[in-house]
């Protein structure tokens, strides 16, 4: 069973709009969550993450959203550059896991 | 400071063949992890090791074996490559600090058995 998903395979989205990753978890006892960006043929590089405690966290262009009553988190970025493109994988953990669980990935195109 | 390494970054074998995937980091991380990506699957997770002498399965365990090295190192065993095994392998490794559980991943060995 899938954990965590990401029900958008791709988004597109125009330079200096907003661009909005969507990501839904089954498991409430999830308590950190993360996301990741990855370009091709390199390794996920960890973007942002967000305990359950919070509801809201920002760093920068990025921020990510927790509402954990619907079990579900979004990733914000503001404005969209050309460089954003890639695929954007969300992630969570369990308290007191080494583990993470990611979701499938959604593939960010920015457009000029 | 390299971060998380992998070696090799690409490999092509033949069904029935075996080979080892190196891993090493040098940020002093306890634990290290491997997964594979597959199209449309995200990443899944192979095996990990929560700290040195440790190993423990993941989702996909089957047709893989580990090695924890020692701290800095973690190496995956195809012992009999299967097709079903080419994928994109990355290795990982985290601090598990308190309240932070990011990890940190290398660039990846592109499998492809035929």
């Known amino acids: 069973d899938q954990q965590v998903k990401q029900n958008s395979p791709s988004l597109s989205v125009q330079e200096g709009r907003i661009s909005i990753l969507n990501c839904d978890y089954t498991?409430?006892?999830?308590?950190?969550f993360l996301w990741y960006k990855k370009y091709p043929a390199e390794g996920p590089t960890f973007l942002i993450s967000?305990?359950?405690?919070?509801d809201k966290n920002e760093d920068g262009r990025f921020t990510v959203f927790l509402n954990k009553s619907a079990k579900h988190l979004s990733l914000h970025i503001v404005p969209s550059q050309p460089g954003d493109s890639a695929v954007y994988f969300c992630?969570?953990?369990?308290?007191?896991?080494?583990?993470?669980?990611f979701g499938q990935g959604t593939r960010l195109t920015i457009n000029p | 400071n390299a971060g998380v390494t992998q070696t090799p970054k690409f490999q092509v074998l033949k069904t029935g063949q075996s080979m080892t995937l190196q891993c090493a980091q040098d940020?002093?991380?306890?634990?290290m992890y491997w997964y594979r990506q597959d199209p449309g699957m995200g990443l899944r997770l192979i095996y990990y090791?929560?700290?040195?002498?440790?190993?423990d399965k993941g989702e996909v365990p089957n047709g893989y074996n580990v090695s924890r090295l020692n701290k800095r190192e973690f190496s995956l065993r195809l012992e009999s490559a299967a097709p079903s095994q080419t994928s994109v392998y990355f290795c990982?490794?985290?601090?598990?600090?308190?309240?932070?559980?990011?990890?940190?991943f290398g660039p990846g060995t592109r499998l492809t058995v035929t």
């Open positions: 990982a490794s985290s601090p598990l600090l308190a309240g932070m559980r990011e990890q940190y």
């Open positions: 498991n409430s006892m999830f308590d950190y």
């Open positions: 967000i305990s359950s405690i919070k």
């Open positions: 992630a969570a953990s369990l308290q007191g896991a080494q583990k993470l669980v």
């Open positions: 940020m002093n991380h306890n634990s």
């Open positions: 090791s929560a700290s040195e002498g440790t190993t």
